[in-house]
């Protein structure tokens, strides 16, 4: 059974100071980990996708990195409207159709 | 850009009560889901479908069930409605057609049970 672990489960910041959010995953396959961000009273919105150990995306403040364990999202120089929830997800080579499994998510606020 | 549509945005029903979620997306996917969302638990997965007419549980779909009738439109309908059942119900889609693609959102049903 694929797991999904991200911590913390809540982080605040000034704006300016960079941080990471770690995502720790079990899988008896990496097929793929998305991250997504998701604002208030709205669904989740696609960020990233990594596919394998060691490869890096970057958009604009954010970047994701993978190891065969884990995943960071590093943020730089954070602004307020950064302030979101932040999930991440996988899917298994043996997870039928699309299946994702998520994480519990972090809950940032970045403050001015 | 994919647009998933889901009918209610806030939706308040009476226990026991039969209720109809619906979302459409329009970008003839193939393969749509069903979540909720609930603080402390994540996403979860309902039910979802790889096709018109067809359709696979998630990991709760105990008290759910769904419909797919035509390919843009997947409802889940709670057949008596519980309490328990008080949630973020969340619709996503995604092409079927080879490579590696991410769910696309809709914008969620807050659904209230009282």
């Known amino acids: 059974e694929d797991q999904v672990t991200q911590s913390p489960e809540a982080l605040r910041l000034q704006e300016g100071e960079s941080s990471s959010l770690n995502c720790s995953y079990t899988?008896?396959?990496?097929?793929?980990l998305f991250w997504y961000r998701q604002d208030p009273g709205k669904g989740p919105e696609f960020l990233f996708t990594?596919?394998?150990a060691g490869e890096e995306k970057e958009k604009e403040r954010l970047k994701a990195t993978l190891t065969k364990k884990e995943s960071f999202l590093h943020i730089t120089a954070p602004k307020p409207e950064d302030s979101a929830t932040y999930l991440c997800?996988?899917?298994?080579?043996?997870?039928?159709?699309?299946?994702?499994?998520f994480g519990e998510g972090t809950q940032l606020t970045v403050n001015p | 850009d994919v647009k998933v549509t889901q009918s209610s945005r806030y939706l308040v029903k009476r226990t026991g009560e039969k209720v109809f979620l619906e979302c459409v997306q329009d970008?003839?996917?193939?393969?749509m889901f069903w979540y909720r969302q609930d603080p402390g638990l994540g996403l979860r997965l309902i039910y979802f479908?790889?096709?018109?007419?067809?359709?696979e549980k998630g990991d709760i779909p105990e008290g759910y069930s769904v419909s797919r009738e035509k390919k843009e439109r997947f409802s889940l309908i709670l057949e008596s409605a519980s309490t328990n059942q008080t949630s973020m119900y969340l619709c996503?889609?995604?092409?079927?057609?080879?490579?590696?693609?991410?769910?696309?959102f809709g914008d969620g049903t807050r659904l209230s049970i009282l």
């Open positions: 997800a996988v899917q298994g080579v043996e997870t039928s159709g699309s299946r994702l499994t």
């Open positions: 899988v008896s396959g990496l097929r793929g």
């Open positions: 990594l596919y394998s």
């Open positions: 970008m003839d996917h193939e393969n």
């Open positions: 479908s790889y096709d018109v007419k067809m359709k």
């Open positions: 996503a889609s995604i092409t079927g057609q080879g490579g590696f693609k991410p769910q696309h």
